[in-house]
């Protein structure tokens, strides 16, 4: 399975962005799989910041980003987005998702700074 991400920029603090993942392959059934989308921070080791269930009926959320980020899904699409609002410097970082196994796409670049 393979995995890009899109979406990512240069975001002001405050601002909002929405990420996009497609996985893509053979052999393998989308809703079959949890989605979590990961955030490696400059010099830091990856960390899941959200996951969302097989057919969304359960979210989760790193404390940082509750309130502010939503994970969602489209299996019709092989999709799962994240809605980033009310960004930080601290949200800076490249984002990657993840769910069936596979190598990790090359992520989308986000950066907040004024």
């Known amino acids: 399975v393979q995995f890009v991400e899109s979406g990512g920029g240069l975001v002001q603090p405050g601002g909002s962005l929405r990420l996009s993942c497609v996985a893509s392959?053979?052999?393998?059934?989308?809703?079959?799989?949890?989605m979590t989308w990961f955030r490696r921070a400059p010099g830091k080791d990856r960390v899941p910041v959200a996951a969302?269930?097989?057919?969304?009926?359960?979210?989760n959320y790193e404390d940082s980003v509750k309130g502010r980020f939503t994970i969602s899904r489209d299996n019709a699409k092989n999709t799962v987005y994240l809605q980033m609002t009310s960004l930080k410097p601290e949200d800076t970082g490249v984002y990657y998702c993840?769910?069936?196994?596979?190598?990790w796409g090359q992520g989308t670049q986000v950066t907040v700074s004024s």
């Open positions: 392959g053979s052999g393998f059934t989308f809703s079959d799989y949890v």
């Open positions: 993840k769910g069936p196994p596979g190598p």
């Open positions: 969302i269930s097989s057919f969304s009926s359960s979210t």
